[in-house]
């Protein structure tokens, strides 16, 4: 009796902190939700994996413009990099072994007051976490776009896409998309704002059109 006892407080302190580590960090409530998910149908192992922010949470339609495909989306509210790298892979990352990751991070942490440099660093730590957990998967990085409302943070941008493109080169199974010039003005280096929604910070339908295209190749 004694020995049943102390396998069922054993049991309820692991489920307790279980549960404690889904909570007390940014959008942990969105991440038990995706968690939910998961418990009423998991993904199959060998998925293609989109993880990031709002560009990709707010991209409801992506797993139907990827129709037939193992698409598992997972978009966290406005999300910095650095907190996918702290809190998310335990969660929405690794458990699924995608066989292809796609990221968009880093425009949160730069709109934050961060520099390219530091969103480049936070990127080499997730790359290396990745490649030894997931060592088989093949990780993409969408680049940081240029959205028209955070202009003033451009040369950042432009500096964390420079340095992640230099270093992916360097590295196998890993793929630099670049996905922020399909959405320039012809023949200039300014983003067209009839791509985006009225906050100029998320792309609209066609906005999703543009990466679409140029993602196609990459996922299919």
């Not at 892979?89 to 709109?111: M, S, V």
Request: proline share 5%.
């Amino acid at each position: 009796m004694k020995i049943k006892l102390v396998f069922v407080l054993f049991l309820s302190l692991a489920v307790g902190q279980k549960l404690y580590a889904q909570q007390g960090f940014p959008f942990d409530n969105e991440i038990r939700t995706f968690k939910h998910q998961d418990s009423l149908k998991f993904p199959a192992k060998d998925g293609i994996l989109f993880i990031g922010s709002s560009s990709i949470r707010k991209w409801t339609d992506l797993e139907q413009r990827f129709s037939g495909l193992p698409i598992i989306r997972r978009g966290v509210g406005g999300c910095e990099l650095w907190q996918i790298v702290d809190y998310y892979t335990p969660y929405i990352l690794f458990p699924y072994h995608p066989r292809k990751i796609f990221i968009y991070a880093g425009e949160n942490d730069i709109a934050a007051g961060k520099s390219g440099q530091f969103v480049f660093d936070e990127f080499q730590k997730l790359w290396d976490m990745i490649n030894k957990q997931l060592p088989d998967a093949t990780i993409y990085f969408m680049s940081i776009k240029p959205s028209p409302s955070r202009a003033k943070f451009f040369a950042e941008v432009v500096k964390a896409n420079d340095l992640i493109k230099n270093y992916i080169a360097n590295k196998p199974n890993s793929v630099f998309i670049d996905v922020s010039t399909v959405i320039f003005k012809r023949e200039t280096s300014v983003p067209d704002s009839s791509l985006f929604e009225a906050d100029y910070l998320h792309l609209n339908s066609k906005g999703y059109d543009k990466w679409q295209q140029v993602l196609e190749p990459f996922v299919r």
